[in-house]
């Protein structure tokens, strides 16, 4: 079994060589950039895997994952990240990568991933797949309280103080006062740009 291990962090792909080394079955060959791995691949003699970096130098993203499959009459390539996102994962099998591995697999888990997609089977860990993924809260959203957020939304359906009062059981003085702080930190004059600029960011 021939697996090629294209890294630019030498400490982790000395880390993956060594693990997988250990194995009586395996051959290895290395690679710092995407540029050095089709080399290897056009080079070397057929290998059963490729292991490329997601953020290697000279990636392009599933792109490159796509030119690599694609090279001497297509042998198997898997992804390998730290940084990737399920999406990204997801999109790479769908491409018809061997597999998607995240850097923070164990050791053990690794070596047993490599021998399974090598083996002509797709790979994904299920926990990072499954993995409910962060949401991210916009920038703009950040700098609001979540009343100001509320007020903000009553504001963008175009009601008037009374509602938005009445909707969020306030009276409507203090509904002025949470409209004052918002124009300011949305840098706004107005209800109508206030309403714009929310729109705008894709708020609601």
Known sequence: MRVLIADDHDLLRDTLIAFLG???????????????AC?????????????????????????????????????????ISGQATREVAEQALSLGAAGFIPKTLPAKSL????KFMAMGEQYAPIGFMTAPEETRTHPMAERLTKR???????LTEGKSNKEIARDLDLTEPTIKLHMKTLYRKLEVNNRTQAAIVARDAGLF
């Open 39 to 79: 080399e290897r691949i056009r080079e070397d003699e057929a290998y059963n895997l490729v292991l490329l970096d997601y953020k290697m130098p000279g990636m392009n993203g599933l792109d490159s994952l796509t030119e690599a499959i694609g090279m001497k009459g297509g042998q198997r390539v898997a992804l």
């Open 111 to 114: 070596v047993n991933a490599v």
């Open 148 to 154: 100001e957020m509320e007020v903000l939304a009553g």
């Open 22 to 36: 250990a194995e009586d079955d395996i051959e290895l060959g290395s690679a710092a950039s995407f540029d050095e």
